[in-house]
């Protein structure tokens, strides 16, 4: 069963939205739960924020879960925050539906992340390396 993006009420954050970075206090509302969790992609970081692209590597990061009458007002502010407009060419970030592993075994759930759209070697990042068998920022 296919599931619409406006069904999804989780979003899958991987760096300055995290709890104990810089912007954990600029989420709109209360998540429902913070879990632990992973998703395949290519890591790459700066200094002062990473950035998501897709590959084949596993990436640690945090599944946000709110109520589904929430999820517009806090994907208005994470767009505003990530500079996309409905993922046109110019935006800095991309908002896609993707899957999420959950830490421990828990299952897979679907949600919304950010994947960076410009070249990231253009902008300044380097390849955060794998510790373990994860890519974590920071």
Not at 49 to 63: F, M, T
Not at 104 to 126: E, I
């Amino acid at each position: 069963m296919s599931v619409s993006e406006s069904e999804v009420a989780c979003v899958f954050v991987y760096g300055t939205l995290k709890r104990g970075q810089c912007r954990e206090s600029a989420w709109p509302v209360r998540p429902l739960d913070v879990i632990d969790g992973w998703v395949l992609g290519n890591l790459w970081g700066r200094r002062d924020y990473p950035a998501l692209l897709a590959g084949e590597n596993r990436v640690q990061g945090q599944l946000w879960m709110f109520e589904t009458s929430q999820i517009a007002d806090v994907l208005v502010v994470l767009d505003e925050i990530e500079e996309t407009d409905g993922n046109a060419p110019t935006d800095l970030y991309h908002r896609h539906l993707i899957e999420v592993n959950l830490q421990g075994g828990q299952g897979v759930r679907k949600a919304h992340a950010y994947f960076y759209n410009r070249d990231p070697v253009v902008d300044g990042f380097k390849q955060v390396p794998q510790v373990g068998q994860y890519q974590k920022w920071p």
